[in-house]
């Protein structure tokens, strides 16, 4: 409602009221009342008319002369009254001085007075006050009677219509300016009454309007009367009960986003066209890479995932529903459940995004796992057996080639057992149930000394082992023993897979607070396989025809992750680089 409209409605509203009860007063009055006046005239002319009946009579018996009936009677011009006297025969004989001026046509005029001179002499009195329209107006006639009582002629009186039309309008313009009059200052009171009546009704309108833009501490004034006073109450009723609801809904919807915000699987929440996104959480922003314009970039994934919200939603089918999916590199698995429908509006669909890339991976890595275990434990098994095979079968004759068999099954046994060492401190290790403790050592004597004996190892595979470190190196703190057994598992590793005729560096540094010890080896591996190469048995060569068991470089992760240390590999130019940690003390 704009501002006073209600007020402007009201006074318009009185004030067309008030004029048309005045016009219709002054039009009922002008037509339905001149009626009564009609007859109100022909109440007091009948006596007159009467009287002037009498005289005639007393002129027609000879009993006064002409003089005096001309004066007294026929040139009495009162009221503006005519007079019209007929003789027994219905012959005009005498009439007043002004008669006939107001006529508009005579002739029909004087035949329509005859007619009625002609009714009085054969009925009586006549008395019309229906004609008022008409130029003669309103008609009286009296009968002139003699002695006998005889009818011997017939007097006419009447009154001009537009004497009396003039009378009548001049009382009904009396009339409606009073009405006007009565109407204006009706409208001056109506007009302080409606400001009262609206101020209430404007104030609770104000008072909706601040409800509607969220503000519930306005209140209506109660004490005024009535409904408005029962109004009152009921709005500001309505406005504590709606303040408390929404209170309530804005803290259950604040714990929901809350909830649905920091959950690391991701919620997104669409429409009935599974196209239009109506709410999404960052992590599901994260996950599918969302940026507000389509939910899943690739189009083939789009189209299985639009046609699964189509199944999902279309039928009577199961409420709930899966689909796995790859972007960017990362299995996600999307559970779609079909929404509550309300009653004219369509179901959508709500999407749990889950990334179970490290899920697949673990369970890929398990299955790795086993068949790795399974083809490290089976190969020195079947050796030890087709050599054991051989000499209890009695092939092996010379002593010479039982002592080889011997030794072969000797090697094959200690590998088993490096396996299964090396299995049983993995284990340990990562269970925790190993304890490491720390003391101060010089990093530098450890690291010149490693070198020294590993040296042995890479001429015999003719490789160079250099040390490179920058002395003199600053004391750590930390586990010497675990930290030369990484040393060892890293020297090893690198002189195995450096290329021939490469060499292997040993070098540290100072980094900020710790010591950074690198062991670089000429050669190169696939940036594919860097992420994986500290995972269990995990070998670049993919056929494991390689040397080792794959179980060095994850023991040597978890000591220095028990350590607080950290490790990384990279490829920098023609060599590969393994990197780790030293706290200084």
Not at 187 to 207: E, N
Not at 452 to 461: G, K, P
Not at 550 to 573: C, K, P, Y
């Amino acid at each position: 409602m704009k501002r006073g409209g209600l007020f402007s409605k009201l006074m318009l509203y009185l004030v067309c009221a008030c004029l048309l009860t005045a016009s219709l007063s002054a039009v009922i009055y002008y037509f339905f009342g001149i009626r009564v006046f009609a007859l109100q005239i022909t109440t007091e002319m009948l006596p007159r008319a009467r009287s002037i009946a009498r005289l005639s009579a007393r002129y027609l018996g000879g009993k006064i002369g002409l003089d005096m009936f001309s004066d007294f009677i026929l040139n009495d011009q009162r009221n503006g009254s005519h007079v019209y006297i007929y003789d027994d025969q219905g012959n005009l004989f005498a009439y007043s001085r002004y008669s006939g001026e107001h006529f508009d046509n005579r002739e029909e005029t004087e035949n329509q007075l005859a007619a009625y001179a002609n009714r009085v002499l054969t009925g009586g009195e006549v008395v019309l006050e229906t004609n008022w329209r008409k130029v003669d107006g309103v008609l009286v006639g009296v009968p002139i009677e003699d002695n006998l009582e005889r009818v011997c002629g017939a007097v006419l009186v009447t009154k001009p219509a537009n004497q009396l039309r003039a009378s009548m309008m001049t009382m009904t313009l009396t009339l409606l300016m009073s009405s006007i009059a009565a109407a204006a200052c009706l409208t001056v009171f109506a007009y302080g009454g409606s400001r009262r009546f609206v101020k209430p009704i404007r104030q609770m309108t104000g008072i909706a309007n601040a409800m509607a833009a969220g503000d519930f501490s306005a209140r209506a004034d109660e004490s005024a009367g009535g409904e408005v006073g029962q109004l009152g109450k009921a709005l500001n009723f309505l406005s504590g009960e709606l303040s408390a609801t929404i209170g309530e809904l804005m803290l259950a919807r604040n714990r929901l986003t809350t909830i649905l915000t920091g959950l690391s699987e991701g919620v997104v929440a669409l429409d009935h066209s599974f196209r239009q996104v109506t709410f999404i959480n960052p992590a599901a922003q994260r996950l599918l890479g969302y940026e507000g314009k389509r939910l899943l970039p690739n189009d083939g994934e789009e189209e299985r995932f639009l046609a699964a919200c189509g199944t999902l939603c279309g039928g009577d089918g199961p409420a709930e529903t899966s689909l796995h999916c790859t972007l960017a590199g990362r299995q996600l698995l999307l559970t779609l459940t079909r929404s509550q429908a309300t009653v004219d509006a369509l179901p959508g669909v709500i999407v749990l995004v889950q990334d179970v890339t490290e899920a697949e991976r673990l369970e890929q890595t398990r299955r790795d796992y086993v068949a790795n275990v399974s083809h490290e434990l089976r190969t020195p098994i079947a050796s030890i057996r087709s050599l054991a095979e051989a000499l209890n079968d009695g092939l092996i004759r010379t002593d010479e080639d039982r002592s080889r068999y011997y030794g072969h099954i000797l090697r094959e046994s200690l590998r088993l057992s490096r396996l299964i060492d090396d299995l049983l401190e993995l284990s340990r290790l990562q269970s925790g149930a190993v304890a490491l403790t720390r003391q101060p050592f010089r990093l530098d004597t450890l690291l010149r000394e490693t070198a020294d004996h590993m040296r042995i190892n890479a001429e015999y595979s003719d490789i160079t082992l250099r040390y490179a470190a920058v002395e003199p190196l600053p004391e750590v703190c930390s586990n010497p023993d675990r930290i030369e057994q990484v040393l060892i598992a890293l020297l090893d590793n690198a002189i195995k897979y450096a290329s021939d005729g490469g060499t292997v560096t040993l070098g540290a540094a100072e980094a900020g607070d710790r010591i950074l010890v690198s062991v670089r080896n000429t050669g190169h591996i696939d940036e594919a396989d860097l992420p994986y190469l500290f995972d269990r048995f995990y070998k670049a060569d993919k056929s494991h025809a390689g040397q080792g068991t794959g179980l060095g470089l994850s023991i040597a992760r978890e000591i220095l992750l028990l350590l607080g240390e950290d490790i990384s590999v990279r490829n920098d130019g023609d060599e590969v680089v393994f990197s780790f940690t030293v706290s200084k003390n």
